[in-house]
């Protein structure tokens, strides 16, 4: 009985096949460090335009400070006073956090653990859409509607034509895609398992989310927290038009107050001539929120490390 060889088989296939993923692999590697070298060029090109900005605010701060005394700076009154614009700052962030925080979270806990796929289909992208508006129709929102209607008339609130709780609240409205968005997508990389081991268990729905999925979850939910605090922080034409225009240490947020960002946008408007002491306030004041939202950073990395479980 003679044997028959199978056309392709034995060593030289093996070797064929051998030799051309030798081949594929030769071919992929000058693609790959290519790559490789985009992607330094783009890690070091942030980290030198970081650099860039620190070194643009220095020589302007120097001047400043050459002229104006730290006491004077840092300071509760006074024409280059920052503590007002600080407290202004912290105050309308902290009223959006307290808008934004529960409706973002709980926006991204009914998306990650009760809408449907076709529900969360519709209603994530219309909430996100909510980022794309542009700011300044936002403050002009907060003019035209919240201080005057909703404040004013249906509240009945004692407050001015330009205050820190209409900028808070419509500031909070803002940041809210934000904190949905990055927190349902923590929520969601929760392993089904947990969810499946709770409902064994006996937890019902809200009790698996709240005490499994939320807890495991919670270093992503503290990542996009901080988040949108930063993008609070950093928000200009909201405040500029909402908050105020005037320096006012006050704790009573239906004042006007000036924040930080506002105070760097008026400044910069063209009445300050360059090189000006007034001119180089900015820049002083540019530097202290650039360093501000630096620690909130740091404070948010550590707090992701703290709280980061890997499954």
Avoid: W
């Amino acid at each position: 009985m003679s044997s028959h060889s199978t056309p392709g088989a034995g060593p030289s296939s093996g070797t064929g096949l051998h030799g051309a993923a030798v081949n594929l692999r030769a071919r992929r590697r000058p693609v790959e460090a290519v790559i490789k070298g985009v992607l330094l060029v783009c890690a070091l090109l942030s980290v030198l335009i970081t650099i860039g900005i620190v070194l643009a605010l220095i020589e302007p701060v120097v001047h400043f400070f050459a002229e104006v005394p730290f006491g004077a700076f840092f300071a509760t009154t006074g024409q280059y006073a920052v503590i007002p614009l600080v407290a202004g700052t912290l105050m309308v962030t902290v009223i959006a956090l307290l808008v934004a925080v529960p409706l973002g979270l709980g926006a991204a806990m009914y998306l990650s653990e009760y809408a449907s796929p076709r529900v969360r289909k519709v209603l994530k992208p219309t909430l996100e859409l909510l980022a794309g508006v542009p700011s300044v129709v936002y403050g002009f929102f907060a003019l035209m509607f919240v201080t005057p209607v909703l404040l004013q008339d249906i509240l009945a609130m004692d407050v001015g034509f330009t205050n820190a709780l209409a900028a808070g609240l419509v500031l909070g409205v803002m940041i809210i895609p934000t904190v949905a968005s990055l927190a349902e997508d923590s929520l969601s990389a929760v392993p089904r398992a947990l969810r499946q081991g709770s409902f064994a268990m006996g937890a019902n729905r809200m009790q698996t989310t709240v005490r499994v999925v939320l807890p495991a979850a919670l270093s992503g939910v503290a990542a996009a927290v901080v988040l949108g605090l930063s993008r609070g922080i950093g928000e200009t034409m909201i405040v500029a038009l909402a908050a105020g225009g005037q320096k006012n240490l006050s704790a009573d947020p239906r004042e006007g107050m000036q924040t930080m960002t506002g105070f760097i946008a008026q400044t910069a408007g063209g009445e300050n001539p360059v090189g000006s002491t007034s001119y180089n306030a900015l820049f002083a004041v540019g530097l202290l929120l650039f360093v501000m939202t630096l620690i909130i950073n740091i404070v948010s990395i550590a707090l992701v490390r703290r709280f980061r479980q890997v499954y």
